[in-house]
C-alpha cells in the first residue's frame, strides 16, 4: 500500500493554494482550506465532517492540514484500490493529487488509468493533460 509523500502535499498545497476561510474555487464551487468542497451537510451544519471542526469563521493553519491530511487519505486509499501497476513514489504522488482533483469516480474511469494498469506508464502524461479544465475553464492544477 503506498502512501503520499510530504513531496505530494507540498505540490497539492501549491497547486490547490492554502485558504483559512470559505472561497469558491475554479468552477465557483464553495471550497475552504486546500481545494475542501463544502458538502451541502457542511454548508447547512457549518461544521467540517471528517475533523469535526466549525467553519463559518475560518480555520487555523493547524485546522487546514488536519482536513487535508482527512481529504488526501481518501484519495491515497482510492488509487491504491484501482492501480494494479508499480507505482514510484512522483507516480503515486502525482495520481493521488490528479484524483483529488477530478473525483475517484472520474479516475476509475479514465483511459489514463486503464493504461496505467496495462503497462502504458510512457501514456499517462498525455492522458493528464486532457483533464485540464473544472467548470469549463481551464485550470491551474
Do not use: C
Not at 119 to 124: K, N, Y
Request: cysteine-free; hydrophobic content about 40%.
Amino acid at each position: 500500500m503506498y502512501s503520499i509523500s510530504k513531496d505530494g502535499l507540498r505540490a497539492i498545497m501549491k497547486l490547490e493554494g492554502f485558504k483559512k476561510s470559505v472561497y469558491r474555487d475554479v468552477a465557483g464551487l464553495l471550497t475552504i482550506g486546500v481545494g475542501h468542497l463544502l458538502t451541502k451537510a457542511e454548508l447547512s451544519s457549518g461544521q467540517l465532517q471528517d475533523v469535526d471542526v466549525m467553519w463559518r469563521h475560518g480555520l487555523s493553519d493547524d485546522m487546514v492540514l488536519e482536513l487535508l491530511n482527512a481529504d488526501v487519505a481518501k484519495f491515497v486509499t482510492g488509487v491504491n484500490n484501482v492501480v494494479t501497476s508499480r507505482l514510484s513514489q512522483a507516480e503515486l504522488d502525482t495520481l493521488v493529487s490528479f484524483s483529488f482533483n477530478i473525483g475517484l469516480g472520474n479516475f476509475g474511469k479514465s483511459t489514463l488509468l486503464r493504461k496505467l494498469n496495462a503497462g502504458e506508464h510512457s501514456a499517462v502524461p498525455a492522458e493528464l493533460r486532457k483533464w485540464n479544465k473544472a467548470g469549463g475553464k481551464e485550470a491551474k492544477g
